[in-house]
Every structure is written in structure tokens, then in C-alpha cells.
Nanobody
Framework: QVQLVESGGGLVQPGGSLRLSCAAS????????IGWFRQAPGKEREGVSY????????DYADSVKGRFTIARDNAKNTAYLQMNSLKPEDTAIYYC?????????????????WGQGTQVTVSS
């Protein structure tokens, strides 16, 4: 049974940092591209970042570029999203997902497995 479990969310003040983790079981993350998505109340789910297989190619949405960093540790079967300089508009539920592609993308419908999400709230 495949499971992706996100953790690391919480309440943080503007300008603060959080590191989200996505721990996988039942599949080998090294064989998948990994995407992070988020969904804010009343808004559509949007792609935040992805990391590819092999050459570890990465991409970031313009809204998070320069502030977020995606990474993977295949030995731990875990992916990460380091979020710095957080803003109130980053408030959302964050999801990790896997896709059977080398490079990843932001098309959520192409992703096979999803975690349950972790809440990130940025507020003073």
C-alpha cells in the first residue's frame, strides 16, 4: 500500500520558515518525480515546486521562487520543501505527490499518489 505522509506544517509569523517533509512508503521515491502543491481556502490547487528523477532538476512557481527550496533524500525515501521568508499569502494546505515522469510538472491530474496534506498558516 502506497502512502505519502506530509509533516512539518504549522503556524508561523511572516518572515519565518518551515520545512515540510513527505515520507513515502510502499514505493521507491527515487523512481518518481515529486511535486508539491498547495490549496488555499476558496482557491484552486496550484503547483508550488517539483523535483525530477536522476538529475534532480527542479522548478518553482514564480510566487515562491527564491524563497522555497525542494529537495529529496532517496536513502530516506523522503522529499522536503524548505520554505523561507513566508508570507500570509503562503497560507494553504500543502500536498506532496508523485508522478511517473522524469521531470515533473504542475498538472495535478497526472500525479498518481498524494499525501493527506499539512496545514501551513502564516500570520502575526
Amino acid at each position: 500500500q502506497v502512502q505519502l505522509v506530509e509533516s512539518g506544517g504549522g503556524l508561523v509569523q511572516p518572515g519565518g520558515s518551515l520545512r515540510l517533509s513527505c515520507a513515502a512508503s510502499g514505493l521507491t521515491l527515487a523512481y518518481y518525480a515529486i511535486g508539491w502543491f498547495r490549496q488555499a481556502p476558496g482557491k484552486e490547487r496550484e503547483g508550488v515546486s517539483y523535483i525530477g528523477v536522476g538529475d534532480y532538476s527542479t522548478d518553482y512557481a514564480d510566487s515562491v521562487k527564491g524563497r522555497f527550496t525542494i529537495a529529496r533524500d532517496n536513502a530516506k525515501n523522503t522529499a522536503y520543501l524548505q520554505m523561507n521568508s513566508l508570507k500570509p499569502e503562503d497560507t494553504a494546505i500543502y500536498y506532496c505527490a508523485t508522478v511517473t515522469l522524469l521531470g515533473g510538472n504542475y498538472y495535478a491530474t497526472e500525479y498518481d499518489y498524494w499525501g493527506q496534506g499539512t496545514q501551513v498558516t502564516v500570520s502575526s
